[in-house]
């Protein structure tokens, strides 16, 4: 197994208890993941694999060179990301931004209302990238059969620990 796939496998387990504790869909963090850390492979400063700009809530953060979308133009700038201790740590964060964090309010309620995945990675992608393209991006990598797997492995292997 290669490195990107034991990486999917590992963010996917995370995913799947998040989704179970959280609602946050196991396909919106997992897509989320690999366009912010391509696929686990390079985190934003400490662990933050979803480029999480620091805010309040965050006690650590690192400045890092990125790329913007700034009126249609593609610029890199030095901006202050949130560090995590772990994996794990910066997963949980994520889950609590999207359903708690004020940003994606009215996104996360229409998502409790109609289930509609593409419409909350549409609606979650319009408030957390620059990019015009992390949507379509997004939904791509949510769809691919590799995440789907991947997933699925995750809870069968929670449902198999739950019985032991």
Request: aromatic share 8%; glycine share 6%; charged share 20%.
């Amino acid at each position: 197994m290669d490195d990107r796939q034991t990486r999917l496998n590992e963010v996917a387990r995370i995913a799947v208890d998040l989704e179970s504790q959280t609602g946050c869909p196991a396909q919106l963090l997992i897509a989320q993941w690999a366009l912010e850390s391509k696929w686990g492979a390079k985190p934003a400063g400490n662990a933050n694999f979803f480029g999480v700009k620091k805010s309040d809530r965050h006690e650590k953060c690192s400045t890092v060179s990125t790329r913007e979308v700034v009126n249609g133009k593609s610029v890199v700038q030095d901006l202050e990301f949130a560090d995590y201790d772990s994996l794990d740590d910066s997963c949980k964060d994520y889950a609590w931004l999207i359903t708690q964090g004020a940003p994606y309010h009215q996104a996360w309620a229409q998502y409790q209302k109609d289930r509609n995945l593409h419409g909350l990675i549409a609606a979650v992608a319009g408030k957390y990238a620059t990019d015009p393209q992390y949507a379509f991006l997004a939904a791509t990598i949510a769809g691919q059969s590799n995440v789907a797997q991947a997933i699925a492995a995750a809870r069968q292997e929670g449902s198999t620990n739950a019985k032991a």
